[in-house]
């Protein structure tokens, strides 16, 4: 059964960092791009960025330019997003998702929450 899981998500304070990890099982890894939404509190679900099958084709939102950096290892079947400089804007469940053929698979989310 494919499945995406979704960790690293904490309470950080502003200007700090966090990682985060989606460990994808069940189906080839490898062949698929890759992507990191996130869904504020009230707010529609927003593309954050993402990645090519092989990691060398990346794309960000325009508010996470600089400061966020996708990135995949596929020999471990995961997808990070390093997140630095955090503002109280960043505080969302933060998503991965694989498009694949048969279905869009998306993990349970992981919270991030921006607080002094």
């Known amino acids: 059964q494919a499945q995406l899981v979704e960790s690293g998500g904490g309470l950080v304070q502003p200007g700090g960092s966090l990682r985060l990890s989606c460990v994808a099982s069940?189906?080839?890894?490898?062949?698929?791009?890759m992507t990191w939404y996130r869904q504020a509190p009230g707010k529609e679900r927003e593309l954050v960025a993402d990645?090519?099958?092989?990691?060398?084709?990346?794309n960000y939102a325009d508010f996470v330019k600089g400061r966020f950096t996708i990135s995949r290892d596929n020999a471990k079947k995961t997808v990070y997003l390093q997140m630095n400089s955090l503002n109280s804007d960043d505080t969302a469940v933060y998503y991965c998702k694989a498009p694949l053929r048969w279905t869009t698979l998306w993990g349970q989310g992981t919270r991030v929450t921006v607080s002094s």
């Open positions: 990645i090519n099958s092989n990691g060398n084709i990346t």
């Open positions: 069940g189906f080839i890894f490898s062949i698929y791009g």
